[in-house]
């Protein structure tokens, strides 16, 4: 399965301000996901990311607080805007791997993040 | 609304034992199905995935499911106390998507 590096690992941040997750592959995919896991959570999906094409918002979730970008097959961002205490989360980012017509996730992992 | 519900725990098992999980989903359109393990503070690892009826073996894991009654399941054969986690059902639906369900916490005890 493909690695999946994610930057940073973790972070404690100001409320009001921005973060950028950084999601990093060792090989080239199509599909690529992020997802927030609040503290004691299941995973809740954001956003689907593919490149070339404006990333799919899941429902809760608006371009305007978690922009993401997809400049390649190997890489994207996330941003979380104007940050408030209620985005203290895990963030992670997700790669789908296909083998045949079998279609796997695999996690990176994982950004901490704790506002203040 | 489409949901994944799992029991959320915490699932003692002995040592040795079988632990069984058990995971429902209320979207028939979903294909394919996996359990994901975590272990506190990581993120979650893909173990098993189904997508036929019928039951898959990997090593100690065996996965179960039952379109027909939107039933999937996870055994753990010979459970080590390393096999404690949190497992995670997940289904996917439409463009790859997965839904997770909250996850069932699992404690083996020595």
């Known amino acids: 399965s493909a690695v999946i590096s994610q930057k940073p690992s973790r972070d404690i941040c100001q409320r009001g301000t921005s973060l950028t997750i950084q999601c990093q592959v060792d090989?080239?995919?199509?599909?690529m996901f992020w997802y927030r896991q609040q503290p004691g959570q299941s995973l809740t999906l954001i956003a689907t990311a593919n490149q070339g094409s404006e990333a799919t918002y899941e429902s809760g979730f608006v371009i305007d607080k978690f922009p993401i970008s997809r400049p390649n097959l190997t890489f994207s961002t996330l941003t979380v805007s104007n940050m408030s205490p209620e985005d203290s989360s895990i963030y992670l980012c997700?790669?789908?791997?296909?083998?045949?017509?079998?279609?796997?996730?695999?996690f990176g992992p994982g950004t901490r993040l704790t506002v203040t | 609304q489409k949901e994944v519900e799992q029991n959320s725990g915490p699932l003692s098992v002995p040592e040795g034992a079988i632990a069984s999980l058990n995971c429902t989903y209320s979207?028939?359109?979903?294909?394919?199905f996996f359990w994901y393990r975590q272990y506190s503070g990581k993120s979650p690892e893909l173990i098993m995935s189904i997508y036929s009826n019928g039951d898959k073996e990997d090593g100690r894991f065996t996965a179960q499911l039952n379109k027909a009654s939107q039933y999937v399941s996870l055994l753990i054969r010979d459970s080590q106390p390393s096999d404690s986690a949190t497992y995670l059902c997940?289904?996917?639906?439409?463009?790859?998507?997965?839904?997770f369900g909250a996850g069932t916490q699992v404690v083996v005890t020595p």
């Open positions: 979207d028939r359109g979903s294909q394919s």
């Open positions: 997940a289904v996917s639906g439409s463009w790859g998507k997965l839904q």
């Open positions: 090989s080239q995919v199509t599909m």
């Open positions: 997700s790669v789908e791997d296909q083998t045949g017509d079998v279609y796997e996730q695999y």
